[in-house]
T-cell receptor, first 113, second 113 residues
């Protein structure tokens, strides 16, 4: 059973437009969510995170939105740049004392110049 | 900071051979994680160490897999004997005390022929 789902394997966006990557989860015990970006032949790198007590967190061009009632989060990238082309992973952590991150399978974003 | 360092970056071996993957976590980090990434299953946690002690090895697929952390700056993941289905990218990650973010190495791409 996949507790963290990224239903879109790929997404193409024009440079300068908004990229929206989506993630759904099933475990209501998750209390912290992270987005990682991965380039080919590199490890995932941390991008942005959000605690379950918030509904939005912003860092420059990147904003993560959390809708707890829908068990849904999204990553917005505005404006999108060609260097943003990568695979994006959504990850979730369980309750207090938990250490494990559960990852989605990733969405490959292509930003077209 | 050099980040999490993994070696080798690529490993090609024949079925039945022993394989040892190495990881040096970020200095000061007290948690270390080994992951395996495959197309079918995505990123899966294999084992988690805290303060050099294995806390959760429930993700280790079989007795052929073993991991050690003899000190705070070194960990190994060993597969003996290796099988073609072990072919995957293996990532090591570390995190600092009390923090949710995990920092990944560049990974080891293992091919078992």
């Amino acid at each position: 059973d996949q507790q963290v789902k990224q239903n879109s394997p790929s997404l193409s966006v024009q440079e300068g437009r908004i990229s929206i990557l989506n993630c759904d989860y099933t475990n209501s015990m998750f209390d912290y969510f992270l987005w990682y970006k991965k380039y080919p032949a590199e490890g995932p790198t941390f991008l942005i995170s959000i605690s379950s007590i918030k509904d939005k967190n912003e860092d420059g061009r990147f904003t993560v939105f959390l809708n707890k009632s829908a068990k849904h989060l999204s990553l917005h990238i505005v404006p999108s740049q060609p260097g943003d082309s990568a695979v994006y992973f959504c990850a979730a952590k369980g309750g207090a004392g938990s250490y494990q991150l559960t990852f989605g399978k990733g969405t490959k974003l292509s930003v077209i110049p | 900071d050099a980040g999490v360092i993994q070696s080798p970056r690529h490993e090609v071996t024949e079925m039945g051979q022993e394989v040892t993957l190495r990881c040096k976590p970020i200095s000061g980090h007290n948690s270390l994680f080994w992951y395996r990434q495959t197309m079918m299953r995505g990123l899966e946690l294999l084992i988690y160490f805290n303060n050099n002690v294995p806390i959760d090895d429930s993700g280790m697929p079989e007795d052929r897999f073993s991991a050690k952390m003899p000190n705070a700056s070194f960990s190994t993941l060993k597969i003996q004997p290796s099988e073609p289905r072990d072919s995957a990218v293996y990532f090591c990650a570390s995190s600092p005390p009390g923090k949710n973010i995990q920092y990944f190495g560049a990974g080891t791409r293992l091919s078992v022929l």
